[in-house]
C-alpha cells in the first residue's frame, strides 16, 4: 500500500509544515454581516450565470467547455423515496436508476463531462449495513464517477474495509483509488501519513484540473471512537493552503476544484480563506443550493441535498492560455430527480437483484448485522406499524417548527427509546436524516433509514444537570456562531422533555423552563439539577459506558427481546409499533425567537453562519 506523507506537501518551497497561524480563528471570529457572500459576480471578470451573450463571445474564441456533475449525501438510498416537505406531494424523489438516466442525458447533451461523489455514501440503509456498502458499490461501478470525497458515514465499516473499498489501488485514475476518493485531513493514526491521496491532476480537453479533497471533519460521534481505531481527522482545513500552493505552482493547474465533506457553512468560510480555489462541491448538511453560491473569494459553492434526490450540474467555459480568469462563464442547474424521469433498465435491474436477498420472495436470506451481531431474518419491505403523521425532519429555518431543532421523526424514535426501556427520557441523536415515511403503513425499511447504524438501546440514571448539559452542548453544536466550533448535527430529540430555546443567547443558557414527564406518574415536572432520572439512548457493547453519547461509571440496563436476544434497535421500534402508531406530539421545543434569515440566497436547514450570540 502506498503511503503518502504530508511533511513535504504543506510548504512545497521548504518542505516543512505550515500553518496558517491565526488565519482561521480570526476567519471564525468574523462578524455574520460581514460574512454574506457576494451573489453577483466579483470584478475578476467571471460571467454569471445564464449570461448567454458573455458565454457564447467565451466559447467563439476558442473557450473549452466542461461540465461537472455532482451527486453526494446519497446515503444508501437505492431506491425511490416519497417527496419532501410540501413538493409534489405524493410523488417520489431520487432513486439510483433515475439518477443514472439523468446522468447519462447530461453526458449526451454536455461535452468534458465529469462526474464527483461528495460522500455519506455506503450508509443508510439496510442494504448498505447488511453488506458493509458493497451493494451501493456494485451500482455506483458502473457510473463513472471520477472524483469523491468520503464522507465521515463512509467510515463506518472500518478501517480496514474503507481501504478495501476506496484505498490506493482500487481505482485506475490518476488518483489509483476508487471514485478518484481523495482526502487531505485524514491520516492513519499517530502518523502524519495520510489514508488517501490528497489531490489529483486530471487533464480535460487540455484544462489542467486539481481535484483536492477534504473529507469528514470528525469520527462518527453517534458510535464513539471504537468504530474509527487507527485513523485521525482534523477538522479545521489547515491543511488546504499548502495544497493550493502546490497545484497552483508546481502542478500549474488551471482550475482548482475543492471536493469537501466539511458541510457548506464550512465550505464557503474554506472557500473565501482560500481565493485560488475556483469551485467547491459541498456534502454533509443535507442543504440544497438551488441557486449557486457565489463566496466572497469569486468561488462557486454547491451542495446537492441528499438521499439521492437532487444532482447539481456546473457548466464551464474555460479560457485558454496564461492570465485573467479562467472560467469565462458559466450556468448551475440543481435538478431535481423526480417521477417523470424514467429509470434506467440495465440500473434498475441491478438493484432489483441486490435487494432481493433483503425483501420478500425466493431469494430472501438471513443477514447479520456488521455492528451487533444481531440476525435480520424479516424482509425488509414488510409493513411493521402505522403513522398517523409524516415522520420526517428537514424543516427550513423560517418554518415555525425549524427542523434544525425538532423533527417528527427523532420525535418519535426518542419516545420509543424512552417507552422501550421505561425511562423517564427518550434520547435521539440529531442526525439530520431528511428521509420521509408517509402516513400510513410504515416498513421495516423505512426504521432502517433512519437507524441504519447497529445501535442497541438502553438505560442509565443521570442527574438534572447532566440531562440539561446534554441540551446545551446539543445546542451549541448546533447553533455556535463560530461554524468551526460545530460538532454535527442538529439539536438531539428528547422524549419525555418540553424545553423553550433562546438560540441567541450563549453556550449555558440557550435553554430554559425544561419539563420532564416521570415514567413512573405520567405527571411534568421541572427539571432539577439535583434529581435523578433515568435516560435511554442508542447503546454499542464495544463501549458500554456510554449510552445515548453520556459516558458513566453508572449500571447500564439494556432493552433486550423476550427471550433476553439482544435487539437492534430498528427491532426495538419494531416492537413498539405492535401495539401503538406513529403519532409523535410535536411542538416540544419551543423557540422563542425567529431564526436568522438565510444569508446566501437560498432555503436553509440550519442557519449556515449559525446564530449571533447576543448577551
Known amino acids: 500500500m502506498k503511503i503518502f506523507n504530508i511533511a513535504d506537501r504543506y510548504n512545497p518551497a521548504s518542505g516543512a509544515t505550515t500553518r496558517t497561524a491565526g488565519f482561521y480563528s480570526q476567519l471564525r471570529a468574523w462578524d455574520v454581516l460581514g460574512a454574506v457572500v457576494l451573489f453577483a459576480a466579483t470584478s475578476g471578470g467571471l460571467a454569471l450565470a445564464g449570461d448567454s451573450a458573455k458565454a457564447e463571445k467565451a466559447s467563439s474564441n476558442g473557450g473549452i467547455k466542461i461540465t461537472l456533475v455532482q451527486i453526494g449525501d446519497i446515503h444508501g438510498h437505492m431506491i425511490p423515496r416519497p417527496t419532501l416537505r410540501d413538493e409534489g406531494e405524493g410523488g417520489e424523489e431520487g432513486g439510483l436508476a433515475r439518477m443514472f438516466t439523468k446522468i447519462e442525458?447530461?453526458?449526451?447533451?454536455?461535452?468534458?463531462?465529469?462526474?464527483?461523489?461528495?460522500?455519506?455514501?455506503?450508509?443508510?440503509?439496510?442494504?448498505?449495513?447488511?453488506?458493509?456498502?458493497?451493494?451501493?458499490?456494485?451500482?455506483?461501478?458502473?457510473?463513472?464517477?471520477?472524483?469523491?470525497?468520503p464522507g465521515n458515514w463512509d467510515y463506518l465499516y472500518g478501517k480496514d474495509r474503507f481501504l478495501e473499498l476506496f484505498g490506493v489501488g482500487t481505482g485506475t485514475g490518476p488518483s489509483a483509488t476508487r471514485y478518484g476518493a481523495v482526502a487531505a485531513n485524514v491520516y492513519h493514526a499517530g502518523t502524519t501519513n495520510l489514508l488517501l491521496p490528497p489531490y489529483f491532476v486530471k487533464n480535460v480537453n487540455g484544462v489542467k484540473i486539481g481535484v483536492l479533497g477534504l473529507s469528514s471533519e470528525r469520527a462518527i460521534n453517534a458510535l464513539g471512537p471504537f468504530v474509527t481505531v487507527g485513523i485521525d481527522f482534523t477538522a479545521d482545513a489547515e491543511e488546504i493552503p499548502g495544497y493550493v500552493d502546490k497545484l497552483k505552482h508546481e502542478e500549474k493547474v488551471d482550475l482548482i476544484i475543492l471536493v469537501s465533506e466539511f458541510g457548506l457553512a464550512k465550505n464557503v468560510l474554506i472557500a473565501n480563506a482560500n481565493p485560488e480555489i475556483d469551485i467547491v462541491l459541498s456534502s454533509d448538511?443535507?442543504?440544497?443550493?438551488?441557486?449557486?453560491?457565489?463566496?466572497?473569494?469569486?468561488?462557486?459553492?454547491?451542495?446537492?441535498?441528499?438521499?439521492?434526490?437532487?444532482?447539481?450540474?456546473?457548466?464551464?467555459?474555460?479560457?485558454?492560455?496564461?492570465?485573467?480568469?479562467?472560467?469565462?462563464?458559466?450556468?448551475?442547474?440543481l435538478h431535481h430527480i423526480t417521477d417523470d424521469i424514467k429509470a434506467d433498465k440495465g440500473i434498475d435491474s441491478l438493484v432489483r437483484n441486490i435487494r432481493a436477498p433483503f425483501v420478500k420472495g425466493p431469494a430472501l436470506v438471513a443477514h447479520t448485522n456488521p455492528i451487533n451481531g444481531t440476525v435480520l431474518a424479516t424482509p425488509i419491505d414488510k409493513v411493521v406499524g402505522i403513522a398517523e403523521i409524516d415522520l420526517y425532519r428537514g424543516n427550513f429555518s423560517d418554518h415555525p417548527i425549524p427542523g434544525v431543532?425538532?423533527?417528527?421523526?427523532?420525535?418519535f424514535y426518542a419516545d420509543v427509546f424512552r417507552d422501550q426501556a421505561g425511562a423517564?427520557?427518550?434520547?435521539?441523536?440529531?442526525?439530520?436524516?431528511?428521509?420521509?415515511?408517509?402516513?400510513?403503513?410504515?416498513?421495516?425499511?423505512?426504521?432502517?433509514?433512519?437507524?441504519?447504524?447497529?445501535?442497541?438501546?438502553?438505560?442509565?440514571?443521570?442527574?438534572?444537570?447532566?440531562?440539561?448539559?446534554?441540551?446545551?452542548?446539543?445546542?451549541?453544536?448546533?447553533?455556535?456562531?463560530?461554524?468551526?466550533?460545530?460538532?454535527?448535527?442538529?439539536?438531539?430529540?428528547?422524549?419525555?422533555?418540553?424545553?423553550?430555546?433562546?438560540?441567541?443567547?450563549?453556550?449555558?443558557?440557550?435553554?430554559?423552563?425544561?419539563?420532564?414527564?416521570?415514567?413512573?406518574?405520567?405527571t411534568w415536572e421541572p427539571l432539577d439539577p439535583l434529581a435523578s432520572y433515568t435516560f435511554a439512548g442508542y447503546w454499542y457493547a464495544q463501549d458500554p459506558q456510554v449510552v445515548g453519547g453520556i459516558r458513566t461509571q453508572a449500571a447500564v440496563t439494556v432493552v433486550k427481546g423476550a427471550d433476553e436476544e439482544a435487539l437492534d434497535g430498528t427491532a426495538v421500534v419494531a416492537n413498539y409499533l405492535k401495539n401503538n402508531v406513529a403519532n409523535p406530539e410535536m411542538g416540544r421545543v419551543n423557540n422563542l425567537f425567529a431564526l436568522p434569515a438565510p444569508v446566501y440566497g437560498n432555503p436553509e436547514i440550519q442557519p449556515l453562519l449559525g446564530v449571533p450570540t447576543i448577551f
Open 105 to 149: 442525458q447530461i453526458r449526451q447533451e454536455k461535452k468534458n463531462v465529469v462526474l464527483f461523489n461528495t460522500g455519506d455514501t455506503i450508509q443508510g440503509s439496510a442494504e448498505a449495513l447488511y453488506t458493509r456498502g458493497q451493494a451501493l458499490i456494485d451500482v455506483l461501478d458502473r457510473f463513472g464517477i471520477e472524483g469523491m470525497a
Open 285 to 333: 448538511m443535507h442543504e440544497e443550493t438551488p441557486r449557486e453560491i457565489i463566496a466572497e473569494s469569486g468561488a462557486i459553492v454547491s451542495e446537492a441535498g441528499q438521499d439521492g434526490t437532487r444532482i447539481a450540474q456546473l457548466d464551464l467555459v474555460i479560457n485558454p492560455g496564461e492570465g485573467g480568469k479562467k472560467i469565462a462563464s458559466y450556468a448551475y442547474a
Open 405 to 411: 431543532l425538532e423533527g417528527s421523526s427523532s420525535n
Open 424 to 522: 423517564d427520557i427518550g434520547h435521539f441523536r440529531g442526525f439530520r436524516y431528511g428521509t420521509r415515511v408517509r402516513p400510513g403503513p410504515i416498513k421495516l425499511e423505512d426504521i432502517y433509514h433512519h437507524i441504519p447504524i447497529g445501535p442497541q438501546i438502553a438505560k442509565i440514571t443521570l442527574t438534572g444537570q447532566q440531562i440539561k448539559n446534554n441540551i446545551e452542548n446539543s445546542a451549541n453544536g448546533s447553533l455556535n456562531p463560530d461554524v468551526f466550533a460545530w460538532t454535527g448535527g442538529w439539536l438531539n430529540g428528547y422524549g419525555g422533555v418540553r424545553m423553550d430555546i433562546d438560540a441567541y443567547r450563549p453556550l449555558g443558557s440557550r435553554i430554559s423552563n425544561v419539563r420532564i414527564q416521570r415514567a413512573a406518574t405520567g
